[in-house]
């Protein structure tokens, strides 16, 4: 049993993959109303200023600014009124000294306006005069030309994930179909003699691929696109053959390694066939994990993951996805949320290996709490008990009660 | 102008709609894996027990324990080999006294074992005797009976929201199908003569839709089905006629409103009209979304949101998020992660309002850096730019450069 020459810490891991991957971005139309999650293949420059006109930012009168200096309530300023300005609609109205227009919150503002008084700070006298009550400054209440964005400047960069803000920054240009970066295909291979389909009835003996399932389920999240392959059985030459149809289908592989030693042999063995450089790492210093193998054939991340459910689900978390952010072409990471939470009771470990817990967070009386949720890592429930994760840094030998963590939202 | 006779407090508005809120939940049959996301209907109990055979966590031997007992290096036990469990098979091998079987991870445990020793442990003399070198305690490296889940515990309670580890739970039992709360309906209308639709040509004057294309995004994301009604014009029999049809076909209704007087009056009159109670807070003291509109009409919930766009994503996420998760029928609300980073510059506020400043969290070489972006709420480029949201609370002045701050992120 040699099977693991040599643990790797989990960043160094995680860089030795990552700094290999060259992604094959390929770019094709979508309407920008369902590019949600998408990255973008170009960057996108407006095509003119936003707004484009002038407007106001508040309900009242279109004025020249210098005909507002000094009036108060007692001593207001009385402007002429020449008209209204129509929402949605341009406007012809004018602004001379001494003169006024009623307008509207997101009006467009007539030739001539330096401010808006907010008809609050106003009174209307009779039908061609106002009473001013308040002085306003030059730009006051006004949006100006160019304002939200100028014409040329970049509206999205590219290699962007597009969030609910970049589709409505595009259609406020009227922008409705954008380039985007094709979806990586994420392939899924389940191998071992004992593992049978979900639906399947089952003997003793066997247990449900349950993995595939989960883990199709996060690479969706996640952006990728993930297809099924199967269960493979324990025979090397089917093994090889169904891996390298996968492969070749796939822009990543996964395969949920089978219990057995010849499964986990032969998963080793195939991934090194599939071409060059093959595996770079072969065992991880972290826990729940440890035989996790990542390797780069032909240019394709390709990952073997434990076939322990609660294993497969942790390292996609904390490998799988970086892995796949650097497929989908994304430019830079994206930000990483966590809870902060007292830890109820103590977790011990073992220094020089990282461990990941998983937590209940509850919430009680003196604010959030979080509950470890002890057990094996073949027990899925640990997992459905659960909704976040602690890590236990390699260089610690455990967390005590009372302690601050952050937990990683399951 | 005494449109807002009374701001309510975030927290107050909030809680007043929440608690008059009584979903119409109704259950529909998906397949499992295609339920992510989605709450149950009912409660699940484990048909049996899981796993529902004894196996090996590890290859090795499945021994009696005791007759490991005292072993070491220069003192091997040597056990009788009777047999191999095959991987994926109800094994008939049983073990008696000073008798060993050879097993893998994930087999099942022949008759009579209580421990099993791992293979790095043991040396293989011949085709039927084994050396033990280390001793084993009863149950170790064994997973027995129930002991992920018990046959009748609870698989998953009522009212849960389905994580990829609950789908794993059922999977591992074959439940191919479930029982789930169906989606609500979340209707979408947009009011303002001044907006037109994002793929038409605009006029001086005329902004287009941009709000119902990214609540759209949002109300998918957070779990409910949104259906876009168009844009009414500010004509209030063709606005009554057009909320009331939306109205009847939605179990949510969000109008965003036109920013002329007359269409926010129309708002609220026609609000008022679709069924009591109505109308339960208009004006939140709160930046953005001062305007916004809370009402509940027949058991429905029905919001008016501001017109400006990064009103009208920050009231989403402050409002209508917890709203349609009590629609959703989810039993408790999910955690909010966030980020903690350091403000770069001063944020000024007035106290006596809760603010939401839109920030964009950098990393440098210190940490995490939350720069605070400036802009009107009318500006989606605000937004476009920013990646977190950083709250001022009521009874604050603002936050000084420095400062540890909370990032919900955008």
Known sequence: MTEFLKLLAPDAARNLILERIMPNLTAEIVDTENAYGLVTAEKITAPHSLPNFRRSTVDG????????????????????????????????????????????????????????VMVEDTQRLNSNEVEIYKPSAVGENI???GEDIKSGEI?????KKIREAEIGGLLAFGITKLSVLKKPIVGLLSTGDEIVSPEMDISPGQVRDINSHTLSVLIAKY???PVRHGIVPDQIDRFMEETEKAFRESDMLIITAGSSVSARDY??????????????????????????????????PVIGLPGNPVSALVITKLFVHPVLQKLLGLSEPGLNPSIEAELSINIPSRAGREDWIPVRVLIDSK???????????????????????????????GIDAGEIVEVIPL
Request: with cysteine; charged share 15%.
């Open 223 to 225: 952006g990728g696109i």
């Open 367 to 397: 604010g959030l709490k979080a509950e470890p949720v002890f057990g094996k890592s073949n027990l899925i429930f640990t997992l459905v008990k659960s909704n976040g994760l602690v890590k236990i840094p390699v260089d610690s030998n």
């Open 267 to 300: 998963t080793a063995r195939v991934i090194n066939s599939l071409g060059p450089p093959g595996i770079l790492v072969h065992g991880i210093n972290i826990r729940p994990g440890k035989p996790t193998i990542l390797a780069i054939c032909d240019g394709k």
């Open 61 to 116: 009168y279109a004025v020249k600014a210098q005909d507002t200096f000094g009036a108060s309530t007692s001593l207001p300023a009385y402007l002429k009124l020449v008209g209204e300005v129509l929402m949605g609609q341009e406007t012809e109205l004018e602004i001379s000294p001494a003169e006024c227009a009623k307008i509207h919150t997101g009006g467009m503002l007539p030739v001539g306006t330096s401010a808006v």
């Open 155 to 159: 509206l999205i960069s590219r290699n």
């Open 143 to 145: 949006i100006e030309i």
